[in-house]
Nanobody, 115 residues
């Protein structure tokens, strides 16, 4: 069974950094695209960053040059390093994988950036 567990969220001041981790079980991160999404109150869930099986990455324009997604295949984890955080980055962050017709999500981790 595929499971994803996020960790690393918290409260940080604007300009600060956080590192989120997504522990994946039931599927190898080396063969699937893993995405980090976020959802702010009253807003739709949006893609923040994703990493493909070959290591290719893509980012939302709003986080380019500030966030970095990376993968540890041995640990089967995908991290999101977030630098220069802004209040508008405040959201619940989720990791995601699509397997066949199914989308799997973690429980989410709250990131709050104070101004």
């Amino acid at each position: 069974q595929v499971q994803l567990v996020e960790s690393g969220g918290g409260l940080v001041q604007a300009g600060g950094s956080l590192r989120l981790s997504c522990a994946v079980s039931g599927i190898s991160t080396s063969i699937k695209t893993i995405g980090w999404y976020r959802q702010a109150p009253g807003k739709q869930r949006e893609l923040v960053a994703a990493i493909g099986p070959g290591g290719s990455t893509n980012y939302a324009d709003s986080v380019k040059d500030r966030f970095t997604i990376s993968r540890d295949i041995l640990k089967n984890m995908v991290d999101l390093q977030m630098n220069s955080l802004k209040p508008e980055d405040t959201a619940v962050y989720y990791c995601n994988v699509k397997v066949g017709w199914n989308y799997y999500w973690g429980q989410g981790t709250q990131v709050t950036v104070s101004s």
